[in-house]
């Protein structure tokens, strides 16, 4: 059974780049037809995918954050890392790690971390 | 962009069935998975594929998918079945999508 854990800073400052780690145990980052991805959940809000990486370094981001996002692996830690500039006060979120299997055709979240709260104050 | 939208809020009596929509223009073309949510704990997957369970999610949750609207049945509802309920679907433009969400309130 896999298991994700995110870690990173709890409190990021304005217009700063807010970077997290997921640590993946029990499988690889570098196993085929999986796809590792950053989801979050805004404050008394719904779900928002972010982006995932794949193949170790292709991406996938979501239109409306593909200016600012950045998805990395480092096969060496079994890790998969996002980096997010320039946030404001708005990209306070919990923030979810988590892996995606491609069924069909299309693709479905089978394993999530925790999440971790990330907040944008001066 | 692509969206879904589920309604804000569900109310269901314990052992009644509970349903919730998912509207997005033709999702019934693409495969609408459903995720429930409840406060600190990590989404779990009970729909996959319009109408598969995934191992040890109980009978009760169903899917359905076609034309505009997906839909999520959970039949018998329990107390324990309270909670955040999403669907998702994968768009060839925007990625994964989710929906609005629907909070279960089982009185």
């Known amino acids: 059974q896999v298991q994700l854990q995110e870690s990173g800073p709890g409190l990021v400052k304005p217009s700063q780049t807010l970077s997290l780690t997921c640590t993946v145990s029990?499988?690889?980052?570098?196993?085929?037809?999986?796809?590792w991805s950053w989801i979050r959940q805004h404050p008394g809000k719904g779900l928002e995918w972010i982006g995932y990486i794949f193949h170790s370094e292709s991406t996938y981001y979501n239109p409306s954050l593909r200016s600012r996002v950045t998805m990395s692996v480092d096969t060496s830690k079994n890790q998969f890392s996002l980096k997010l500039s320039s946030v404001t006060a708005a990209d306070t979120a919990v923030y979810y790690c988590?892996?995606?299997?491609?069924?069909?055709?299309?693709?479905?979240?089978?394993?999530w971390g925790q999440g971790t709260l990330v907040t944008v104050s001066s | 962009s692509y969206e879904l939208t589920q309604p804000p809020s569900v109310s269901v009596s314990p052992g009644q069935t509970a349903s919730i929509t998912c509207s997005g223009d033709k999702l019934g073309d693409k495969y609408a998975c459903w995720y429930q949510l409840k406060p600190g704990q990590s989404p779990v997957l009970v729909i996959y594929q319009d109408t598969k369970r995934p191992s040890g999610i109980p009978e009760r949750f169903s899917g359905s998918n076609s034309g505009n609207t997906a839909t999520l049945t959970i039949s018998g509802t329990q107390a324990l079945d309270e909670a955040d309920y999403y669907c998702q679907a994968w768009d060839s433009s925007a990625g994964d999508v989710f929906g609005t969400g629907t909070k279960v309130t089982v009185l």
């Open positions: 029990g499988g690889s980052v570098s196993s085929g037809g999986y796809y």
């Open positions: 988590a892996r995606e299997v491609a069924v069909a055709g299309t693709l479905l979240i089978d394993s």
